[in-house]
């Protein structure tokens, strides 16, 4: 049972537009939700979280929307750079301590 | 210091071999975790320690042995391993009450 889910593997965008990444989930009882960039060969990066008790965290060209009615969580970067080209992963937690990830989404920055 | 390192980097094992990975951090994070991560997959959590206590161990087989000697370390013990085994194997570590889990760069493992 997959409780976090990113259905886009992969997505393009061009430099200095804003990327959107997205996220589903299905547990309710999740409270707190991360992003983490993943380069190849290299552990994931902790990037930006909210908790299940606000609707939107912003950190300098990154921004999380959290929509709990809709289970859906989006990762903006604007204005997205060449080294944002990584895969970001999803993730949510219940409680301490365990994080469920999603599959990745694969973005591609196009100078 | 806010790093979670890793070693080996890379390791290459036999079957029949006894290797250890080992995880270090210096963050005062009383939350420390093993995570198995195969090529385009997301991380699969393996092992959760909390106070030096295993709290969670996600039906990983015995042939993986995880310790934790004080609350900066954390160990992976191998053996009698199989090629399936061979993944990229993450610790990360965070405060207890603080949901942010910091990774490190991850072992490489190769199991023939």
């Known amino acids: 049972d997959q409780q976090v889910k990113q259905n886009s593997p992969s997505l393009s965008v061009q430099e200095g537009r804003i990327s959107i990444l997205n996220c589903d989930y299905t547990?309710?009882?999740?409270?707190?939700f991360l992003w983490y960039k993943k380069y190849p060969a290299e552990g994931p990066t902790f990037l930006i979280s909210?908790?299940?008790?606000?609707d939107k965290n912003e950190d300098g060209r990154f921004t999380v929307f959290l929509n709990k009615s809709a289970k859906h969580l989006s990762l903006h970067i604007v204005p997205s750079q060449p080294g944002d080209s990584a895969v970001y992963f999803c993730?949510?937690?219940?409680?301490?301590?365990?994080?469920?990830f999603g599959q990745g989404t694969r973005l591609t920055i196009n100078p | 210091d806010t790093e979670v390192t890793q070693t080996p980097k890379h390791l290459v094992m036999g079957m029949t071999n006894k290797k250890s990975l080992k995880c270090e951090q210096h963050?005062?994070?009383?939350?420390m975790y093993w995570y198995k991560q195969k090529a385009k997959k997301p991380p699969e959590l393996m092992f959760v320690y909390s106070y030096e206590k295993l709290s969670i161990n996600e039906s990983v087989p015995s042939r993986f042995s995880p310790e934790c000697p004080n609350s900066s370390l954390l160990n992976l013990h191998l053996h009698a391993l199989q090629p399936e085994d061979s993944a990229l194997y993450l610790c990360?570590?965070?405060?207890?009450?603080?949901?942010?889990?910091?990774f490190g760069p991850g072992t490489r493992l190769t199991v023939l």
């Open positions: 909210i908790s299940s008790i606000k």
């Open positions: 993730a949510a937690r219940r409680g301490a301590q365990k994080l469920v």
């Open positions: 990360a570590s965070s405060q207890v009450t603080v949901a942010g889990a910091f």
């Open positions: 963050m005062g994070h009383r939350a």
């Open positions: 547990n309710s009882m999740f409270d707190y």
